[in-house]
T-cell receptor
Framework: DAGVIQSPRHEVTEMGQEVTLRCKPISGHDYLFWYRQTMMRGLELLIYFNNNVPIDDSGMPEDRFSAKMPNASFSTLKIQPSEPRDSAVYFC??????????????FGNGTRLTVT | EDQVTQSPEALRLQEGESSSLNCSYTVSGLRGLFWYRQDPGKGPEFLFTLYSAGEEKEKERLKATLTKKESFLHITAPKPEDSATYLCAVRSYNTDKLIFGTGTRLQVFP
């Protein structure tokens, strides 16, 4: 299994531009999570999906952020317009059904976003 | 509100010098406590899940333990390749969210 695949690995953009981050979860996993990691705040949950349906988006900072999961093998996180304070590493993670004994999150290697 | 606090923020050890990392948590009904390892430029990698007080899990030089208020990650005779950031996370019965601490950055010198 290739694991969770994120693209791009690095993204540098100017303030005001639209940014789209992509994620392919592990096949068969029915939960997908988007996290943001910064030195100051650590890993923060932004949103998660179950069976392609958004369940909790209370961590999404503001309306500039949106996430979609059109099918079981693809998700996007979009920031429009981007701001310098959005600079962080964004991680996608997937998981099997929660509540079972072994249901840890499996993370991708992240997208490092820099907004200048 | 569920909360996780890890200490110390950073730890420097000599190779072979055993130590422990602490994870204190506040959660409304613990469903599971997770330990992850994160290397620079990589995503967190799963190590252990603990479910109830008194439980212990081991993997090579690492042993994780759990009480009702905290978890410890014991590192016995560490090697330089154990250098990484170790993250603790909790999941409660009220939600499917995994709430992370800010991690302990471990450096092991030869």
């Amino acid at each position: 299994d290739a694991g969770v695949i994120q693209s791009p690995r690095h993204e540098v953009t100017e303030m005001g531009q639209e940014v789209t981050l992509r994620c392919k979860p592990i096949s068969g996993h029915d939960y997908l999570f988007w996290y943001r990691q910064t030195m100051m705040r650590g890993l923060e949950l932004l949103i998660y999906f179950n069976n392609n349906v958004p369940i909790d988006d209370s961590g999404m900072p503001e309306d500039r952020f949106s996430a979609k999961m059109p099918n079981a093998s693809f998700s996007t996180l979009k920031i429009q317009p981007s701001e310098p304070r959005d600079s962080a590493v964004y991680f996608c993670a997937s998981s099997l059904i929660l509540g079972t004994a072994d249901s840890p999150l499996h993370f991708g290697n992240g997208t490092r976003l820099t907004v200048t | 509100e569920d909360q996780v606090t890890q200490s110390p923020e950073a730890l420097r050890l000599q190779e072979g010098e055993s130590s422990s990392l602490n994870c204190s948590y506040t959660v409304s009904g613990l469903r599971g406590l997770f330990w992850y390892r994160q290397d620079p430029g990589k995503g967190p990698e799963f190590l252990f899940t603990l479910y109830s007080a008194g439980e212990e899990k081991e993997k090579e030089r690492l042993k994780a333990t759990l009480t009702k208020k905290e978890s410890f990650l014991h590192i016995t005779a560490p090697k330089p390749e154990d250098s990484a950031t170790y993250l603790c996370a909790v999941r409660s019965y009220n939600t499917d969210k995994l709430i992370f601490g800010t991690g302990t950055r471990l450096q092991v010198f030869p």
